[in-house]
């Protein structure tokens, strides 16, 4: 089975909350916004917040992210992984 792989530049996205394209355009609603750092008395800076896929196991794969991103800090990559003993493919 090839699924997809989503990888980030974080050097290119550095203000996902600010531009928010692709989680606004994945209709998978596979990434997030969340802070690199917590502070104990006081909110995360929108500065250090950064884009994460932690619901990548429903990307598709349509590229809509890649296509949408202002800066290109979207890549999709496709892997193969064996499918898992238990499946027979009767869809
Ligand atoms: S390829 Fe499509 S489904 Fe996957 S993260 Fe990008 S927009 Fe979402
Ligand atoms: S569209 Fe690109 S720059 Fe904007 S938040 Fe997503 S990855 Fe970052």
């Given at each position: 089975?090839?699924?997809?792989?989503?990888?980030?530049?974080?050097?290119?996205?550095?203000?996902?909350?600010?531009?928010?394209?692709?989680?606004?355009?994945?209709?998978?609603?596979?990434?997030?916004?969340?802070?690199?750092?917590?502070?104990?008395?006081?909110?995360?800076?929108?500065?250090?917040?950064i884009?994460?896929?932690?619901?990548?196991?429903?990307?598709?794969?349509?590229?809509?992210?890649?296509?949408?991103?202002?800066?290109?800090?979207?890549?999709?990559?496709?892997?193969?992984?064996?499918?898992s003993?238990?499946?027979?493919?009767?869809?």
């Amino acid at each position: 089975m090839i699924v997809p792989v989503i990888n980030i530049d974080r050097e290119k996205c550095t203000a996902p909350l600010n531009c928010a394209i692709c989680l606004k355009a994945c209709p998978q609603a596979v990434f997030k916004a969340k802070p690199a750092r917590v502070y104990k008395f006081r909110e995360t800076p929108e500065e250090e917040y950064i884009l994460t896929a932690p619901y990548w196991p429903s990307c598709t794969g349509c590229q809509e992210c890649v296509k949408r991103c202002p800066t290109g800090a979207i890549t999709i990559s496709y892997r193969e992984v064996p499918t898992s003993g238990g499946e027979n493919g009767n869809g």
